[in-house]
């Protein structure tokens, strides 16, 4: 993990936090997947941790339903709401040229991987350095992927925990976007999953995002009746 990332424990519970997108003032909870659902005491906790290292605000990652009634009991209020997809992963489309052209990311790509995100994605989501190493580091098991030419261009970053499959991450430079790369590397990262015998994917998206919901459902995902939602509150007066 990165230095200020680190994963706070009570019993069987357990979230990751650190500053969120480098600012110090505000912290990012998220629980960890093959953790049990987080309870209100814990988020509690967890908020008077985060008080007392001086952080004033709290985001979370974004939650399933499941893990939501937790920080709400807690006093946390919705910050953003996401569409939710799913894959089951029997059915991919025929393997792509442009997948044979992809490479393993290496540590040299880091600054080119935050370029691209930053011009792919608004403030709010945009990631730093530390942020991208929690993503890479989210679940037990990550391909982190790219796209180069031989600058990189995109990027993608999919992870698994068990049997369940997450896309952590997808940017696309907007100068290449609509060119079938963003498909070549979501159709990488799960045909990664089907070999390990994960049998679901999921990913999120804004609600707003509608390039990004055309790319996943042309791929077979479908999206999830009860979607996820970015939660925040503050600490202390």
Known sequence: MGADTEVIRWGAERARTGPWRGDRRVAYLAPVPDAPAPSAAFVRRCCEILAARGFSRVVTAALGPDEQPAFLSAGFAVEERLHLLAHDLRDLPPVMPLERTLRRARPADRAAVLAVDGAAFPDF??????????????????????????????????????????????????????AGVGRALVLDGLRWLRRWR???AVVNTQLENEPALALYESLGFRREPSGLTVLSTGLGG
């Open 198 to 200: 994960v049998e679901r």
């Open 125 to 178: 989501w945009r990631l730093d350095e530390r942020g991208l190493e929690d993503a890479v580091r989210a679940t037990p098991h990550v391909r982190f992927r790219v796209a180069a030419d031989p600058d990189v261009y995109a990027y993608a970053v999919t992870g698994r925990a068990g049997r369940r499959g997450f896309l952590q991450r997808l940017a696309v430079d907007p100068a290449r976007q609509r």
